[in-house]
């Protein structure tokens, strides 16, 4: 599975962004998603989690609250929309994927997602 990630982009402290995964080929059925995040001079970290059903989500205590994870399968798309946005949430944002037989499934390890995107720029302006 390819992944193309969008909608990053420069934005004041405190505004809001929405970012867009989709398959460059394929589907997501059956997959569970996730975003990651690296930010200069520092190691990939997690971000949000969304099983397959989207019945289930998880998020770093860093963004809870302010970042939501969503997905529309008939879409082929996974969002994170990003509310309150603070200067340390600047980074390049991936999207990740893995295949599930567990609908109700995420994952929030780098090491549990085999494909991931190429990663969209989110830089906040203090």
């Known amino acids: 599975v390819q992944l193309q990630a969008s909608g990053g982009g420069l934005v004041q402290s405190g505004r809001s962004l929405r970012l867009s995964c989709r398959p460059s080929?394929?589907?997501?059925?059956?997959?569970?998603a996730g975003w990651f995040r690296q930010a200069p001079g520092k190691e990939r970290e997690f971000v949000a989690a969304i099983s397959w059903s989207a019945e289930n989500t998880h998020y770093a205590d860093s963004v809870k609250g302010r970042f939501s994870v969503s997905r529309d399968n008939a879409k082929n798309t996974v969002y994170l929309t990003m509310n309150s946005l603070k200067f340390e949430d600047t980074a390049v944002y991936y999207c990740?994927?893995?295949?599930?037989?567990?609908?109700?499934?995420?994952?929030?390890?780098?090491?549990?997602?085999?494909?991931w995107g190429q990663g969209t720029l989110v830089t906040v302006s203090s």
């Open positions: 080929g394929g589907t997501f059925n059956r997959y569970a």
């Open positions: 990740a994927v893995q295949r599930t037989v567990d609908s109700a499934r995420y994952y929030s390890t780098r090491r549990e997602y085999h494909w």
